[in-house]
């Protein structure tokens, strides 16, 4: 169905959404920390995500998260097609989160957050394509042309119902690097399973950042760099530098760095847009 509102309303509803990806111990979960006091929830299917934050006061105050069960190997996976009667519990994660997360939709559980995090969508994809395969009585099995196409779509529609909750939304990805056939050049973007899914999942997101960390200092690329995909609509206005610097100083508050000096301008009108440079 269609509908029509004024733009600063559906901005309000919408909220700001990003994806940021990176290598192992870039920094990707502990970033979620800087956004501004208020109520933050996760969703982790990385395992341990929640205790990045143990120690952090603002965070042990502001967060709730539910974390989802490791999955089984798939040497585990295949001794279960076996029988008949268990599903694989890697199958049970896509699953457990769909119910949680339609209940919380239709609670309007949303409406009272304000920041939301997504951690991570790497394994959340493998986590699906795995679900995908039970379903059609193949679990464990080497995944067809047609189940990363039902996995596509799937995740399609989740990620877009997340993008359009009415809070922020903060998603996570690790990276990966591919050779791009044409050109021959080493191609770095997030990792995800499924060819599909990997070139539709960055054309969702308002901002995607890709994060950086080399002797304790982490970098947001907010435009594509010679090897790292990075799109960001607030770069474009001139508002982000390429290149932002999001290092954290734990000795202060964390609400007042990073992602909580970005958020403002993407609230802002395109007639009182300011400018963001250097360290944030």
Do not use: W
């Amino acid at each position: 169905m269609l509908t029509e509102e004024r733009l600063g309303e559906g901005l309000k509803k919408r909220g700001f959404n990003c994806l940021v990806y990176g290598d192992i111990g870039s920094g990707k979960t502990t970033l979620f920390a800087t956004f501004p006091r208020g109520r933050k929830f996760a969703y982790f299917f990385d395992p341990g995500g929640g205790n990045v934050f143990l120690g952090m006061k603002e965070m042990e105050e502001d967060l709730t998260y539910v974390e989802f069960g490791l999955e089984k190997s798939d040497f585990k996976v295949q001794l279960q097609k076996y029988r008949p009667t268990a599903k694989p519990i890697s199958a049970e994660v896509y699953a457990e989160f769909e119910k949680d997360f339609q209940e919380r939709i239709e609670s309007g559980f949303f409406n009272d957050v304000d920041y939301f995090m997504f951690d991570s969508v790497t394994t959340f994809s493998q986590s699906l394509l795995t679900y995908i395969l039970s379903l059609s009585g193949r679990p464990g099995s080497f995944p067809q042309l047609a189940d990363y196409g039902a996995q596509a779509y799937t995740a399609f529609k989740v990620f877009s119902a997340i993008v359009n909750l009415p809070c922020n939304t903060y998603l996570v990805a690790h990276e990966e690097h591919l050779k791009d056939e044409v050109t021959g050049k080493i191609i770095g973007r997030p990792l995800v399973t499924g060819r599909s899914l990997r070139s539709q999942l960055p054309a969702i997101f308002d901002e995607v950042y890709h994060l950086t960390s080399q002797d304790g200092k982490y970098t947001l690329e907010t435009k594509p760099s010679g090897i790292y995909l990075a799109r960001s609509r607030l770069s474009e206005k001139g508002m982000l530098d390429a290149r932002v610097d999001v290092t954290i100083d734990f000795k202060k508050p964390l609400h007042t760095q990073g992602l909580s000096r970005v958020l403002p301008l993407a609230k802002q009108s395109p007639t009182k847009q300011q400018t963001l440079k250097g360290v944030l």
